[in-house]
């Protein structure tokens, strides 16, 4: 069962170019919603994040854009640059209790010179 | 060294062998996670501790899979009788106790290969 959906699976994107990777959720439960960024041989880094009484969140290039009524989220990094050039994960999770995040299955993006 | 360490970074093992993984949190770090993620997916939440205590396991944590935190510092992950099924890398995750919604800080994970 998957609780948050991601697409696309990969994305290529010429350098100064918008990257945009959406997900979707099922769980109305879910209260935070952050994104992650893998490099090759590390662990995930928490890039930004938005809880769902806000719209919109910016963080220097990286916006997300939520629609609760949807149940739609969205990363939007604006001047792609080559070093943006990760794999980007969406995650859920409640904020009473553990905080398990849920995973959407990741967007590989590559940012073209 | 302020991050979240995990060794060993890769183990190759037989089918039917037993494997221990190690984590590492952040000094002060109460809480520690542990998730699987297979090749192209995202990662799975496993286990969950708070300080020693294990409060949450997953279905995906069979019972050839076992979680301990002893003194509430380091934590360790052991599989038994290992599977080609269980080939993953190992994530550990840990963050403070206090605050809404801290981060959660990762290792660097370690790469399971069964052979």
């Known amino acids: 069962q998957q609780q948050v959906k991601q697409s696309p699976q990969s994305l290529i994107v010429q350098k100064g170019g918008i990257s945009i990777i959406n997900c979707a959720y099922e769980n109305t439960a879910f209260d935070y919603f952050p994104w992650y960024q893998q490099f090759p041989g590390k662990g995930p880094a928490l890039l930004i994040a938005?809880?769902?009484?806000?719209s919109e969140k910016k963080e220097g290039r990286f916006t997300i854009s939520f629609n609760k009524s949807a149940k739609q989220f969205s990363l939007h990094i604006m001047d792609s640059q080559p070093g943006d050039s990760a794999t980007y994960f969406c995650?859920?999770?409640?904020?009473?209790?553990?905080?398990?995040?849920?995973f959407g299955q990741g967007t590989r993006l590559t940012i073209n010179p | 060294d302020t991050g979240v360490s995990q060794n060993p970074r890769h183990k190759i093992t037989k089918r039917g062998q037993n494997v221990t993984f190690r984590c590492d949190p952040i000094?002060?770090?109460?809480?520690l996670y542990w998730y699987r993620q297979t090749l192209g997916q995202g990662p799975e939440f496993l286990t969950y501790f708070q300080n020693e205590a294990q409060l949450e396991k997953s279905r995906l944590l069979s019972d050839r899979f076992s979680a301990e935190r002893p003194k509430g510092s380091f934590s360790t992950l052991e599989i038994q009788r290992t599977e080609q099924g269980d080939s993953a890398m190992y994530l550990c995750a840990s963050r403070p106790l206090a605050g809404g919604q801290d981060e959660q800080f990762f290792g660097p994970g370690t790469r399971l290969t069964v052979l």
């Open positions: 995650a859920a999770f409640i904020i009473q209790g553990a905080q398990k995040l849920v």
């Open positions: 000094s002060e770090h109460n809480r």
């Open positions: 938005i809880r769902p009484d806000v």
